[in-house]
């Protein structure tokens, strides 16, 4: 989400506000809506994942205000409009209205969309489309800002193994959707709280100590207890542990330091790499452990016993626990550790 803040902070420091049609700088009728056409604006009709080109190409004839490699920031009639990239995909857009426009004419746009949140900002879901829209007051005019639930999340990775790994791990820090990844640098506390997650909740946010919060279940990924699943959709979940087993014995390991983390860089047998970050562990609202790694697996050991196998890792060692491993041998469901998901090839 580091690339939409960017964007948001570069159209704020215009000092020409707004936006214009999604598609009609160049009087695009193809997309039109014929019942609200002065709303058209607010909606995305371009697809998610659309390289560069093409949409520099759909908004010619518009006013260019940037143009670099992860932004396209265009003005027209007064209002102004955004395109976020990663990877050359197009993953977020942040849009201005026309500063005459009211709250209400604005929520005309939201018809059919589910309502998420109403504090400081508006937040509302577009099911069909996996799509999440924003909308601030920035002392007295608009900003929507848009991206697709799941898609701006991570890149899948293919390693040379049997499921591709995201590159960056499951955070619950804005909008309930971001990712932490090693250049976005949050401080111990909020790290803690937005990224470690009890074993089995879906929300996310959960932090009951009691083990009956938690489900009964042998194996999580892919179900309705996978908070992967839940707030990254698409094809992501949860790894199982005969998946973090691969990634241990398949893979190189090498200890390094990143923008003040330090972390495994893995090495598949392709040559391609991610980085799994340390992260500590959490007990409630208390955070120990953050010079180690603790990743949860999908998988509840056999038996009884209430542990969920989960990947431990620092400078020395690095393991699944079925031995003890960097002092957390057995986490507890209700203990919380990091996610980083993976998608079936």
């Known amino acids: 989400m580091m690339n939409m803040n960017k964007i948001k902070l570069f159209i704020l420091s215009l000092t020409a506000l707004a936006c214009f049609s999604f598609f009609s700088c160049s009087d695009e009728g193809e997309d039109a809506d014929s019942t609200d056409p002065q709303y058209l604006f607010f909606k995305p009709y371009v697809e998610w994942g659309s390289p560069k080109l093409q949409i520099s190409s759909k908004m010619a004839g518009c006013d260019v205000l940037l143009d670099e490699d992860n932004t396209l920031c265009y003005q027209s009639e007064g209002e102004t409009i955004a395109y976020g990239f990663k990877n050359n995909k197009l993953n977020t857009i942040v849009v201005i209205p026309k500063a005459t426009l009211s709250l209400d004419e604005i929520l005309l746009a939201f018809k059919g969309y589910t309502l998420l949140s109403q504090y400081d900002t508006l937040v509302y879901l577009d099911e069909k489309s996996n799509t999440i829209a924003e909308i601030e007051n920035g002392d ?90 839940a707030k990254w959709g698409g094809k992501w979940r949860i790894a199982t542990q005969s998946e973090f087993q691969e990634l241990i014995s398949a893979c190189i390991w090498t200890w390094e330091g990143k923008n003040g983390y330090y972390g495994y860089k893995i090495t598949g047998p392709n040559g391609n790499s991610i980085f799994l970050p340390i992260t500590g562990y959490r007990r409630g609202f208390s955070c120990y452990s953050i010079d180690k790694g603790y990743y949860w697996t999908g998988t509840m050991r056999t038996g009884t016993s209430p542990y969920p196998y989960v990947l431990n890792f620092d400078k020395a060692n690095k393991g699944l626990n079925t031995t003890s491993v960097s002092g957390l041998a057995y986490p507890f469901k209700n203990f919380g550790c990091a996610i980083r998901p993976v998608q079936d090839k």
Do not use: H
Request: aromatic residues 12%.
């Open 140 to 229: 007295g005019f608009y900003i929507i800002s848009w991206s697709q639930y799941g898609l701006d999340m991570a890149n899948a990775v293919d390693l040379g193994l049997s499921v591709k790994w995201a590159d960056v791990n499951l955070d619950m820090g804005y909008a309930d959707c971001a990712a932490l990844t090693p250049e976005n640098i949050q401080d111990d506390v909020t790290r803690c709280f937005n990224g470690l997650i009890g074993w089995g909740d879906p929300t996310g946010i959960k932090k009951s100590e009691n083990e009956n919060d938690y489900p009964k279940t042998s194996s999580i990924s892919g179900t309705i207890y996978d908070v992967a699943k």
